[in-house]
């Protein structure tokens, strides 16, 4: 993107300098850092867009809720529900507001599944189901004004990125879906990806993803094109 010429910032969640060393409790307040060097370094600071992917998106859907600063949001493999974060020790939801954890899915209710290559869809999937409060944990896309486009692979194999994007746009009619066939929860590799030393299926096939990279790429630019100027 900065070689079209945009005005980038790499946004880092966790793990830097005065922030939380895991993925859970994430202040959605530090992005008023993120404001603060843009207005104070940017000549042309507006518009802003965020783009985010996985949980990075649930992330980057949060904050438009809460900041109107935010005009845009691309959003690959998203999410529609908040979800617990990915510390199983400080257990909790992946996000707070002005001190409090938004409410969440708890992940610990779900299927786990240990077989190789894992699959997490199925325990996302599970836990939704066992929530009968799980419409309370939906990010409450109305309350955005940004313009909004959502890319999933129809093969997503971390999470049900494809359904969650249309749960997306039962709330907000006018957010853009761009879903792929044979892709997964990343547009790379073939479906499969070692984490940890685990191999942890993401879903797609090496064409597949391929593909969509592609033309996911395309889509990206011309919702910039359109919408950032």
């Not at 507006?46 to 600063?69: C, D, F, W």
């Not at 992940?107 to 786990?112: E, V």
């Not at 990125?161 to 039962?170: G, L, Q, R």
Request: hydrophobic share 35%; proline share 3%; glycine share 6%.
């Amino acid at each position: 993107m900065a070689k079209e010429g945009y005005e980038t910032l790499s946004v880092f969640m966790f793990g830097a300098k005065n922030q939380q060393k895991t993925l859970v409790k994430i202040p959605l307040e530090q992005f008023e850092d993120v404001l603060d060097y843009i207005h104070s370094n940017i000549n042309e600071n507006t518009p802003i867009t965020v783009l985010g992917a996985s949980k990075g998106a649930e992330y980057a859907l949060n904050l438009a809720t809460k900041y109107k600063e935010i005009d845009n949001l691309v959003l690959i493999a998203p999410s529609s529900y908040n979800f617990s974060g990915l510390d199983f020790v400080n257990y909790g939801s992946s996000w707070t507001w002005k001190g409090k954890e938004l409410p969440f899915i708890d992940l610990k209710r779900g299927d786990f599944s240990y077989s190789e290559p894992i699959s997490y869809k199925a325990t996302y999937e599970t836990a939704v189901e066992r929530d009968s409060s799980a419409k309370e944990k939906l990010i409450p896309v109305k309350k955005t004004k940004a313009n909004i486009l959502l890319i999933s692979g129809k093969d997503d194999q971390m999470w049900n990125s494809f359904e969650m994007s249309n749960i997306i746009k039962s709330q907000k009619d006018d957010v853009k879906i761009c879903s792929y066939e044979n892709a997964g929860h990343i547009f790379f590799g073939d479906g499969e990806q070692k984490f940890s030393g685990y191999i942890i299926k993401t879903g797609g096939t090496k064409s597949g993803n391929k593909e969509a990279n592609k033309k996911s790429i395309k889509e990206i630019n011309d919702f910039l094109k359109m919408h950032h100027k």
